[in-house]
């Protein structure tokens, strides 16, 4: 048996109550099951599960954190800031994306657009009013198209996994923290000190990030002139930012508009992680209602 409690979660930001059930699920108060395993009967992000992907993942980490530099993020920023590769809208991006899956992700094995429509789905379910927020849903994973041919194939270590600052420390909290130590960026002065080459409360804005496709999803909705609110395109730049939304590391950096928007993308990343499971969405049944979605905050074609 499963306990739902019907009161909706429309208090952002506040903490959230679990209830154990006797099946493998907790519920949260907003009647969103949560559940404790993932497709591969592990715990969501144990990193240190004894399971086949486990070796993947670290070798993974392995690559991102040595290439991730503040040199490699900057060429790859002004690269990909171009937007000079492709044409094309928000819905067909999420079909092009569905030829993938993520090599980081220690919780999912399944065609991305099915996570991608979970995601939507689940906060639709909890925030029916927050129409922008169900799109950022749909839409936050789509810069996942940077492993397409297309976008220059780049290897996996260069689009997904956690993110973090680069031009300052690495703080401990990164998954993997020891992979650094190989990073061109760690020995040197100008970028290892607590603040690096930024000043307290900068705003993340002013603040690179590892580059991957939570970055490139935010350059091209911005640069598209979405009307998505700050904290849609705060959600879609920061949600692989597991050091500061999980951790609360960083926190030094944030600005007042930081601290407002990461009430929403707590809010939205249970979503984004648990909602990773077998549940399956009916593809057409949804599509009329995001596409409409898609209409209100974007323009018909976007340059990628
Ligand atoms: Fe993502
Ligand atoms: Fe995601």
């Keep these: 048996m499963t306990i739902v409690i019907e009161q909706p979660l429309n208090e952002v ?16 108060d907003g009647g969103f099951v949560v559940p ?9 992000r144990d990193y240190d599960a004894d399971s086949e992907r486990k070796k993947t993942v670290e070798e993974f980490y392995r690559n991102n954190h040595i290439h991730q530099s503040y040199e490699f993020v900057k060429k790859m920023r002004e690269e990909y800031g171009k937007l000079n590769r492709v044409e094309m809208s928000i819905w067909e991006c999420c079909e092009l994306l569905n030829e993938f899956v993520d090599e980081s992700d ?23 009013d927050e129409d922008w927020l169900h799109l950022t849903g749909l839409i936050h994973d789509l810069g996942k198209v940077l492993l397409h041919p297309k976008f220059g ?3 996996q270590w260069a689009v997904v996994g956690d993110t973090f600052p680069v031009g300052c420390a690495f703080d401990k ?14 020995c040197n002065p100008k970028y290892n000190s607590k603040f690096g080459v930024y000043s307290e409360g900068c705003g993340l804005d002013n603040v690179l990030m590892s580059w991957g496709h939570d ?18 395109l705060f959600i879609i730049r920061y949600h692989s930012f597991y050091p500061l939304h999980k951790h609360g590391a960083y926190t030094h950096l944030m600005n007042e508009d930081d601290k407002e928007n990461l009430k929403w993308l707590h809010v939205f990343n249970k979503y984004d992680l648990y909602s990773k499971s077998k549940v399956r969405v009916d593809v057409e049944k949804v ?18």
């Design 36 to 44: 404790e395993i993932n497709s591969f009967g592990h715990t969501f």
């Design 173 to 186: 909290s990164n998954v993997h923290h020891k992979y650094f130590e190989e990073n061109p960026d760690f």
């Design 153 to 155: 194939q780049l290897p």
């Design 13 to 28: 930001g506040r903490e959230e109550k679990r209830l154990v059930s006797d099946s493998h699920e907790l519920v949260l």
């Design 287 to 304: 599509k009329p209602y995001y596409l409409s979605l898609i209409e209100k905050y974007f323009p018909a074609k976007l340059k990628w």
């Design 215 to 232: 970055d490139y999803m935010y350059l091209v909705a911005k640069e598209n002139k979405t009307t998505l609110p700050s904290a849609g």
């Design 106 to 128: 220690p919780d999912i094995d399944e065609p991305q657009i099915e996570h991608l429509l979970q995601t939507a789905e689940a906060i639709r379910k909890d925030y029916p």
